[in-house]
């Protein structure tokens, strides 16, 4: 058995993988693949509708609240944030936590003004900046909840009484959170969600309509609100597999039970990195993210040899990001414990081999 840590696309529970490949060849018995059917048939109308019912259930996403399934990724987001959000004239303020973080900015200056509240860019990100101030006439706030390459997260939304965007691509189903602190949430699917492909995005009613810019219908949420996601044709399947992920999640507890697990799948992992002298910590421990563990060695030339050991043990996908180096372990909902003590002991072993020789 492989114990998948790759960071996206990633694991999705067995049985997701089953049910979706049963749909390909017959899906609910129609004798048609899910791959043929229209996504204007009563069928699909039903999948995404559920799929939307569940996002709603799960993360108890307020009714004055609209749930988008559109393609493009959250690098598509980082565009149509600004284009729907900034008015003309106006400004937008950004959190530097990372490379997506950093994308997400550089995309909203190509449309207006942008200002960055804060950055730890000088220590290559390796905590999340706190005490900042979002300036108050800004037309909204922008930060990534989870920097996926550099292992951080940010737990507690950053105070502020402008409306607020948050990229939670990597993070969004893996704890609890309050929907109504924010305006907009999105998140690519392929980290936690689903397959490539589908990009998630809820939005607050309210907020859209206050630009005068002339968005080209395909990123503009109003249009994509009117057609309930069917604008253009919408990723079906992508969308149907997330959806088979989503009741796997409502089936497990939702999302207070799977936190619960993240926790301690995480605590697993950042004891033995703190406690084994051959590893260490790259992220400030009080940001340290629940779904993606960055971890170097005090010997980086004993990276190599790490790496061979976890491929003999079925550990795939934990080589670092290049910007970060070492090791990353990404941890998301469907890797299981058991998945995690696997690297754990792989650890443990190198550790011994190296205090025999
Ligand atoms: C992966 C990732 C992205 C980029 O997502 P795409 O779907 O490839 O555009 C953006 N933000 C975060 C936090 C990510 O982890």
């Known amino acids: 058995m492989k114990h998948n840590f790759g960071a996206g696309p990633c694991i999705l529970p067995q049985e997701v993988f089953k049910e979706a490949s049963n749909a390909v060849l017959n899906f609910n018995d129609t004798g048609l693949s899910i791959l043929e059917i ?5 069928e699909f109308e039903e999948v995404i509708a559920e799929a939307e019912r569940l996002v709603r259930e799960l993360l108890r996403v307020p009714q004055n609240y609209s749930i988008l399934f559109l393609q493009g990724g959250a690098s598509q987001q980082f ?15 950004y959190l530097d936590t990372g490379v997506w973080a950093s994308k997400a900015a550089k995309e909203a200056s190509k449309i207006g003004k942008i200002e960055i509240v804060a950055s730890s860019s000088d220590s290559n990100y390796n905590y999340i ?29 950053p105070k502020t009484n402008v409306p607020t965007v948050v990229d939670m691509s990597s993070d969004i ?9 924010y305006d907009l949430i999105y998140a690519g699917a392929q980290k936690n969600m689903g397959p490539a492909g589908v990009t998630l995005v809820i939005v607050k009613d309210e907020i859209l309509g206050k630009t005068s810019r002339i ?19 919408p990723p079906t399947f992508a969308i149907y597999t997330s959806l088979l992920n989503l009741r796997w999640l409502k089936a497990k507890g939702g999302i207070t039970v799977m936190e619960q697990e993240n926790i301690i799948k995480a605590r697993a992992l950042y004891d033995e990195i703190d406690r084994n002298p051959f590893f260490k910590g790259t992220a400030a421990k009080e940001d340290r993210s629940r779904m993606n563990v960055t971890f170097v ?15 003999e043990r079925n550990l795939i996908g934990i080589k670092g990001h290049r910007s970060v180096g070492g090791f990353r372990a990404s941890i998301y909902n469907a890797l299981t414990l058991s998945s995690v003590n696997a690297l754990v002991d792989a650890m443990k072993e190198f550790e011994d081999s190296k205090n025999k020789a």
């Open 38 to 42: 229209s996504h204007r048939s009563k």
């Open 297 to 311: 060695m005090e010997t980086p030339e004993l990276e190599a040899e790490f790496l061979a050991l976890s491929k």
């Open 173 to 181: 189903f893996s704890r609890d959170i309050d929907v109504s602190e």
């Open 129 to 157: 900046p706190k005490n900042f101030e979002i300036p108050s006439d800004v037309d909204y706030f922008h930060y990534t909840s989870n920097n996926t390459i550099y292992g951080t997260e940010v737990f507690d939304k």
């Open 215 to 233: 968005i080209p219908s395909i990123f503009d949420y109003h249009a994509h609100i009117k057609a309930a996601s069917m604008y253009n044709t």
């Open 79 to 93: 565009a149509m944030v600004p284009m729907n959000l900034l008015k003309e004239g106006g400004k937008a303020a």
